[in-house]
């Protein structure tokens, strides 16, 4: 009885080993996936303030350009209708 209650112990220690390096690769895995993630929104991040200054910089262009069309759209109507 006392063999197998040692055998049993050595099997019962081995599993919990096991278990802990298992444990320990997934934990791993999880700290790579998730540094690859932080580094995707990083990245994310990155990619959508460069977008949007880039939009706030056509914004712009449009609004000169709209100012620049209303001012020859008012130059060729005071020409067609002269006060």
Avoid: W
């Amino acid at each position: 009885m006392s063999a197998a209650l040692t055998g049993l112990a050595s099997v019962g220690a081995f599993m919990i080993i096991s278990m802990q390096a298992a444990l320990g690769r997934v934990e791993q895995q999880f700290d790579k996936s998730i540094n690859s993630l932080s580094s995707t929104v990083t990245n994310t991040n990155a990619v959508a303030h460069e977008t949007a200054l880039k939009l706030e910089g056509i914004s712009r262009i449009v609004e000169r350009n709209t100012e620049t069309i209303r001012d020859h759209n008012s130059k060729d109507a005071d020409r067609a209708h002269p006060k």
